[in-house]
């Protein structure tokens, strides 16, 4: 598996601007997670999806965030009007709570992030 | 609410040096703890994971222990080398597959 696959790696937006982040999660991962790293705050979950579902989304700042994730192979964090304090990095991660061991599964719940996409709002 | 602190905030050492990495977290009832490593520019890569009945967990040059009565979890690093440099992030998950709870990381520059 190419393992969790972010894009656009970096975007450049003009405040007020629709801004778009994609995420492909791991194959056969049933949790999808959102995080955003600022110098300011360091690493905080915006919102994590199960098969789908949205979990919890109390991290998302503002109405202006939203994420949507339509299938089990893709999701989206949109912000919409962007504003520069929304400058930052966003990660999206992965993690299944088994994975297949030798002859049985094995518990691991390990979450694989993807590269990030750092955003600068001008 | 689960916090989770860092300290040094950055560190530098000579080559060779082994070093200790510490994380602090203030609720012990945690299901796994992991350390990652992150350079400038780049996504995270986990480095070790310890469940929460285990007490360590190596992986090459990489030492890390666990102690929930205390809250701490230290990541040991041997002989240290200079592409060791990164900074390093301890994370919790408190019950499984729940988001983790990132520490601000620790900065680490090994000089040649």
């Known amino acids: 598996d190419a393992g969790v696959i972010q894009s656009p790696r970096h975007e450049v937006t003009e405040m007020g601007q629709e801004v778009t982040l994609r995420c492909k999660p791991i194959?056969?991962?049933?949790?999808l997670f959102w995080y955003r790293q600022t110098m300011m705050r360091g690493l905080e979950l915006l919102i994590y999806?199960?098969?789908?579902?949205?979990?919890?989304d109390s991290g998302m700042p503002e109405d202006r965030f939203s994420a949507k994730m339509p299938n089990a192979s893709f999701s989206t964090l949109k912000i919409q009007p962007s504003e520069p304090r929304d400058s930052a990095v966003y990660f999206c991660?992965?993690?299944?709570?088994?994975?297949?061991?030798?002859?049985?599964?094995?518990?691991?719940?390990?979450?694989?992030f993807g590269a990030g996409t750092r955003l600068s709002v001008l | 609410k689960q916090e989770v602190t860092q300290i040094p905030a950055a560190l530098s050492v000579p080559e060779g040096e082994n070093l200790v990495l510490n994380c602090s977290f203030t609720d012990s009832a945690i299901y796994n703890l992991q350390w990652f490593r992150q350079d400038p520019g780049k996504g995270l890569t986990s480095l070790l994971l310890?469940?929460?009945?285990?007490r360590e967990q190596t992986s090459g040059r990489l030492n890390a222990s666990l102690d929930k009565s205390s809250g701490r979890s230290t990541l040991y690093i041997a002989a240290s080398q200079p592409g060791d440099s990164a900074t390093y992030l301890c994370?919790?998950?408190?019950?499984?597959?729940?988001?983790?709870?990132f520490g601000k990381g620790t900065r680490l520059s090994v000089i040649a």
């Open positions: 991660a992965s993690s299944s709570l088994y994975e297949q061991g030798t002859n049985t599964l094995v518990a691991k719940n390990i979450q694989y």
């Open positions: 999806f199960n098969n789908n579902v949205p979990i919890d």
């Open positions: 994370a919790l998950d408190d019950s499984g597959n729940t988001p983790l709870v």
């Open positions: 194959s056969g991962h049933d949790y």
């Open positions: 310890i469940q929460s009945s285990q």
